[in-house]
């Protein structure tokens, strides 16, 4: 069989995988990407890009223009359970840059891999890592990957998803509660012929027996929704078995009269539906193992956000750090790079997700609490515009639990790619 030799092998193509690698190859290391599916790939997702992501994506150097579904969005529509519906408007027009946008997966995973391989990554899909040991002396990783035969290299970073497999192989389930399924579970279906309504924005409907969790629509080009809903693992409303209970009540959701009004009469199914669990524990979790010699980014690094979900800008940003830390480190010791990833997640995602995860418990989880932010975020046009942008930009949100960052121009900064 053969042996690769590279500085840093990243197991997985998708956004933290691929965010990692531009990083690394721009810092002028050799990497190797693997990642089991052939790209393009569906990954079961809402398809939803915060501000965080976006602003991301475009120091990545991904255009747009390159993602065929990119669709960018300009209101949210938030329902509570009595009913009551409010627009929150993001900055649109003029210079003002994207806030948020729509694009599948399929499209946006091949394009930022597009932009690795330009990078200098040498990515190679359709070839799943099998096994990994760190050899006695602890030099390197070798990664076994089906069809290509030992990979070794300095670092490994595990951007393999929620079933990390290089996190199974080097840590087993240490660090994680026995079975663990995922803090949430959430389920999509890709419609045809969505009304006009849901094409006017991001709709989210908080449902009285799905809280904390949520029911959405997210509108793509051509009339096509991306169409889902959430649910925490665990909570009194999420009776196991999980998955099967999510499928039963599925065309039920889709038949309420309040969602079935806005996705319009002729909306239909163009695709089953899938379901994946979310996992999201960052504060908990071990972000390194064998020395330091192998980072977990993304939902390998169980980074997702407790409130609302979204992981793809966290998948980017912890896959950036991992990736700034192991090139910081240089030649030093592989626990210097493990110990600089581990601080830089704890000051950022992490205190991010706590805040994250107590709003949820004491704010969206209950009838009242959910009742009373979706009335004071409808208050005024001030409120709907800053609600908006609070919810979108994760920076802002997370500065409630973290006053040391601060500043004047939180709800001031442009969006991401804006006109030249
Ligand atoms: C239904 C649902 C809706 C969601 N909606 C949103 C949303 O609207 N917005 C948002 O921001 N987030 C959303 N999320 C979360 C988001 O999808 C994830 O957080 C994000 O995809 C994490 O990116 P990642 O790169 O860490 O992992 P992934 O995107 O899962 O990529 C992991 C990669 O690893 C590869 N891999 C796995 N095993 C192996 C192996 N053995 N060898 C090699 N490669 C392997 C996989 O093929 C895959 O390409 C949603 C999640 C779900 C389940």
């Not at 050799?30 to 990954?43: E, G």
């Not at 065309?251 to 002729?266: N, W, Y």
């Not at 539906?273 to 908990?284: C, D, G, S, T």
């Not at 005024?380 to 930009?393: D, H």
């Amino acid at each position: 069989m053969n042996t690769l030799d590279c500085d840093v092998a990243v197991v997985g193509g998708g956004p933290a995988g691929s965010a990692a690698a531009i990083t690394l190859a721009r810092a002028g290391r050799d990497v190797v990407l693997v990642d089991k599916a052939t790209f393009p790939r569906d990954k079961c997702c809402g398809d939803g890009l915060t501000t965080s992501a976006l602003r991301h994506l475009e120091a990545l150097g991904l255009r747009p223009d390159a993602v065929a579904s990119w669709h960018p969005v300009a209101s949210t529509f938030i329902c509570s359970p009595s009913g009551r519906t409010v627009e929150l408007p993001l900055p649109a027009g003029g210079d003002a840059g994207t806030f948020a946008a729509v694009a599948r997966r399929a499209d946006l995973d091949a394009a930022l891999l597009d932009v690795a391989r330009a990078a200098g990554v040498k990515v190679h899909d359709g070839h799943a890592l099998a096994g990994a040991t760190v050899p006695a002396g602890g030099e390197c990783v070798h990664l076994a990957v089906d069809g290509l035969g030992t990979v070794r290299a300095r670092y490994a970073i595990g951007a393999d998803g929620m079933w990390s497999p290089l996190r199974k192989a080097l840590l087993g389930g240490a660090g994680e509660p026995e079975g663990y399924l995922g803090e949430w579970h959430a389920f999509r279906q890709y419609l045809a012929s969505g009304g006009p309504e849901a094409q006017r924005g991001l709709w989210v409907w908080f449902e009285e027996d799905l809280l904390p969790g949520y029911v959405w629509s997210f509108p793509l080009p051509d009339g096509r929704l991306n169409v889902g809903y959430g649910v925490q693992r665990g909570s009194k409303r999420a009776p196991e078995p999980l998955g099967k209970r999510m499928s039963q009540l599925w065309p039920q959701i889709l038949a309420r009269p309040h969602i079935r009004a806005v996705l319009g009469p002729d909306a239909r199914p163009e695709a089953p539906h899938k379901a994946w669990p979310i996992p999201a524990r960052v504060e908990r979790t071990p972000l390194t193992a064998a020395g330091g010699r192998a980072l977990f980014v993304g939902d390998a690094a169980r980074a997702t956000d407790p409130m609302t979900g979204e992981g793809i800008g966290q998948a980017l940003e912890s896959g950036v750090l991992a990736a700034e830390a192991v090139v910081g480190a240089g030649a030093l010791q592989p626990w210097v790079a493990g110990r600089r990833y581990e601080q830089a997640v704890r000051r950022g995602l992490a205190l991010d997700n706590r805040l994250a995860g107590l709003l949820s418990t004491h704010g969206v989880a209950h009838r009242k609490g959910i009742r009373l932010a979706v009335r004071l975020a409808g208050a005024t046009g001030w409120t709907r515009r800053a609600f908006g942008r609070w919810l979108f930009e994760d920076e802002p949100r997370a500065s409630l639990a973290t006053p040391a960052r601060w500043h004047r121009h939180f709800l001031r900064r442009p969006g991401a790619f804006r006109p030249d």
